[in-house]
């Protein structure tokens, strides 16, 4: 069900964000309908959201028997449903029905930093044009900057740099040393590869997505070429900045234990080694797709959301496939130490 923006400017803190802002969280946000007696989320829950009664009205009901009414026409009605995890109570309806509204929590505070941030005279990269932010709502809404932290944010937009591109112009060429992690700012691009000894377009990217960073993450040369289809804007980090604020953050690492526990619990192991490696010595029950193939073909093996597992030799090609399933929609670690890690695990485990 879809929500008005004009009903967002009722609540805190959104009433103080920018018109665009709150339409763009209109647009993502999802307005459900519950009836007297059912729970909008119980004591206990895990969930991602922040949550606000747009009608209606809920108890909130404590484990110690406490019991506070949350009514949407009362003035507290303007602030949102506690959003402290585990949740501390039940959220039950009590009156007819009740209209709820769900904002997804970390993309809530990365945008209302930006639009904090943004609001200084020192930011330069403000889009005064219709519709010229949405790349920022676009960067900010993919997988891989989901743990992004805001301090984090705020550093990336002082430290982007930039760029002026024509049409057909090559930004970065297939087998080229690594400098520059990307966001399209404006234009159209098409992202290219050789396969099969052929040059064959793979991707088309637009506003708001990112390129450059799978060379960054693993200390490899290009796999891709980019060239502009239209001409535009680029936004670019250095790998120094790069590897300050982007890299540490967007990779989880886990060590071999635990991503033992996590296959045993479910998640898949995935070596992005080219298919040669794998061959040669592998962990038994891993699945195989190299890395300059993972956009291409990990949908014909893991469907979106599954949690993976990834390696390799020594974690740098699985540094970049983890930031390249995080934007995939892929829940995703890393194995700290790679194949050799894992393999004196499980030779330290195997009985005498």
């Not at 949550?51 to 003035?75: F, K, M, Q, T």
């Not at 804007?233 to 635990?258: G, I």
């Not at 797709?289 to 030799?313: K, T």
Request: glycine share 8%; charged share 25%.
């Amino acid at each position: 069900m879809p929500v008005p923006a004009t009903e967002l400017a009722r609540l805190f803190p959104l009433e103080s964000l920018r018109q665009e802002t709150r339409d763009q969280l209109a647009r993502d946000g999802v307005v459900s309908e519950y009836q007297r007696g059912e729970n909008v989320f119980e004591a206990g829950d895990l969930d991602e959201d922040t949550v606000y009664l747009l009608d209606g009205e809920l108890r909130c009901n404590y484990p110690d028997g406490r019991s506070v009414a949350h009514i949407a026409s009362a003035p507290h009605g303007r602030y949102s449903l506690n959003d402290a995890v585990p949740r501390r109570f039940t959220a039950k309806v009590v009156s007819g029905k009740a209209k709820v509204l769900r904002l997804d929590r970390r993309y809530l505070e990365k945008l209302i930093t930006w639009d904090q941030l943004s609001r200084d005279e020192s930011y330069r990269h403000f889009g005064n044009a219709a519709g010229g932010n949405d790349w920022v709502f676009r960067l900010l809404r993919a997988p891989a900057f989901a743990r992004l932290p805001t301090g984090n944010i705020e550093k990336m937009f002082q430290m982007f740099e930039p760029v002026t591109v024509k049409p057909s112009e090559i930004v970065m060429r297939e087998g080229d040393p690594a400098d520059y992690f990307y966001v399209v700012r404006s234009g159209t691009a098409s992202v290219s590869k050789y396969l099969d000894g052929a040059p064959q377009v793979v991707a088309y990217l637009r506003e708001g997505d990112t390129f450059g960073e799978d060379a960054l993450l693993s200390n490899l040369p290009r796999n891709a070429t980019v060239r502009m289809m239209q001409g535009g804007q680029l936004m670019r980090l250095s790998r120094e900045a790069f590897e300050a604020v982007l890299k540490p953050p967007m990779l989880s690492w886990v060590l071999p234990a635990d991503a033992a526990r996590l296959v045993q619990g479910g998640a898949a192991l995935l070596d992005v080694r080219m298919p040669e490696e794998h061959a040669q010595r592998a962990i038994d029950g891993s699945l195989n797709v190299p890395l300059y193939r993972l956009r291409e073909d990990i949908a014909a093996v893991l469907p979106p959301g599954a949690r993976v597992v990834v390696y390799c030799n020594t974690g740098e090609r699985s540094a970049a496939a983890a930031f390249v399933l995080k934007r995939l929609g892929y829940e995703v670690s890393a194995l700290h130490g790679g194949l050799g890690a894992m393999l004196r695990l499980l030779s330290a485990q195997a009985p005498a």
